[in-house]
């Protein structure tokens, strides 16, 4: 009797353990580049860049071909956390470094929904929506529990987000010694929180410093990043190219850590970029070298890597379906299985990551300061009324920036100037508060 009473007790318990594993959410890390288009990739045609670790993850994930941000930081990284559009929170162009100015917290942001779900919630790397000496309380307002941050401006200067960097984490300031190297910290922070955090639900954002300029070499892996380098590459490239590597043996190690924990098919992991690669870096794809366009309203500017990556869940290929970064909020919702109460501008595109069906995104709608475009599978409408006539089906022709004044091409222009009509007239819902001073356009940082 009392040894039946056991085996029923104990298969109770490991039916109800086993119940709460498998109710168990989803694990999201969510990692964006600083400064990188899409040619930056190996696995987007890029000849002379080595990203071993993403191309294997572009293999056994979903490869986006046609992923979109504003072609400025700031934005984006508003646009990302909140899945609303610029001209929705004032947030247009580059954030000032005048007093008081930050990204407020009444921004619903999903560090805040994720956290409220119950999940852990951490950030790390590249914050720049406001100045911690003046904010402290930044990270944690914004929904983080934990961070590990580059100071950006601390005292009225600029600190190093590379060499010597100051790191700012748990309310504190660190300033590294001169040979030790930023993107080092929010490394070892990220997989920390993943070792701690193994057994719980948990959101990583992860925005990196790298690799935006200054371009300098990372401390490993010269070699490597040298690898498909061809001898008219200048230093400035060879040193970015470096640091491309960097980044992808990052992206490895995490994606090394969750298999080590047995994780991986519980976890979803996002690559992306901010914006376009900056102006001063011509990279190499078949037959095409491409200037970077940072700053600029064309596909250089706004076309970013995006890469999912959920072993037994993603199913491996490329996507050729449309996605702004403003959708990724509504989207890792639905895949964590989180209730959005909220209106937010991005959509729901999680059925692209799962194979399911959907409604897809049939157009782009991109602003950034004054600028504004829409863009569908063939054209793009600027604000200024010209007409891009840049199908998507090659990179020689996305590229081409082709502007077209063919009269049979008048319907098109009449649907999609209507589309960039009713974007442009968007309520900006934060302007008293935020525009006369966050939003002023000043030189990159």
């Known amino acids: 009797m009392k040894h039946s009473s056991f085996v029923f007790l104990l298969a109770l318990f ?30 987007y045609g890029s000849t002379i860049y080595t990203t071993p670790h993403l191309d294997r993850m572009a293999d056994e994930g979903a490869r986006f071909n046609n992923a979109y941000a504003t072609p400025l930081c700031t934005p984006t990284r508003v646009m990302i956390m909140s899945g609303l559009y610029p001209p929705r929170t004032g947030f247009r162009s580059l954030i000032g470094k005048d007093k008081g100015v930050r990204m407020p917290a009444s921004i619903r942001t999903f560090g805040h929904d994720f956290r409220d779900a119950g999940y852990a919630t951490a950030i790390t790397g590249k914050w720049q929506l406001g100045k911690f000496d003046e904010f402290p309380n930044q990270p944690i307002e914004h929904g983080f529990d934990e961070y590990c941050m580059w100071t950006w401006v601390h005292a009225g200067k600029k600190s190093s987000r590379y060499y010597g960097p100051q790191i700012y984490s748990k309310g504190e300031i660190t300033n590294g010694e001169k040979d030790e190297f930023g993107p080092d910290y929010f490394h070892k922070f990220a997989l920390d929180f993943i070792d701690r955090k193994k057994n719980e639900s948990f959101l990583l954002y992860y925005p990196m410093a790298l690799v935006h300029s200054p371009f300098i070499h990372p401390p490993k892996l010269k070699k490597l990043a040298y690898t498909k380098y061809t001898k008219d590459l200048d230093k400035q490239t060879m040193a970015f190219g470096h640091m491309i590597t960097y980044m992808d043996y990052i992206v490895g190690s995490i994606l090394k850590r969750l298999k080590k924990h ?128 840049i199908p998507i089906t090659s990179d020689h022709e996305r590229y081409s920036e082709k502007v077209t ?20 007239a968007i309520e900006n819902e934060y302007t008293e508060e935020l525009a006369p001073r966050s939003t002023r356009n000043k030189k990159n940082q």
């Open 405 to 424: 004044t063919d009269p049979r091409h008048d319907a098109h222009r009449k649907r999609l100037q209507k589309l960039l009509e009713e974007f442009m």
């Open 14 to 43: 490991i039916g109800s353990s086993h119940c709460t594993w498998a109710k168990k959410k989803p694990n999201v890390i969510i990692i964006m580049a600083d400064d990188i288009g899409a040619e930056g990739l190996a696995c």
């Open 262 to 389: 047995g994780i991986d098919e519980n976890t979803l992991v996002l690559f992306t970029g901010d914006n376009g690669t900056h102006k001063s870096i011509t990279s190499h794809l078949p037959g095409l070298k491409l200037k970077g366009g940072k700053g600029s309203m064309t596909e250089a500017g706004s076309r970013v890597p995006l890469l999912a990556w959920w072993p037994g869940t993603i199913q491996p290929g490329i996507r050729e379906d449309f996605f702004c970064l403003v959708d990724v909020l509504p989207s890792i919702h639905a895949l964590a299985g989180l209730e959005l109460t909220r209106k937010v501008d991005g959509l729901n595109l999680s059925h692209n990551l799962t194979g399911t069906k959907g409604k897809g995104r049939e157009h782009l709608l991109i602003n950034f300061g004054k600028g504004y475009f829409v863009r569908d599978e063939r054209f793009r409408l600027n604000q200024d009324g010209k007409l891009y006539d």
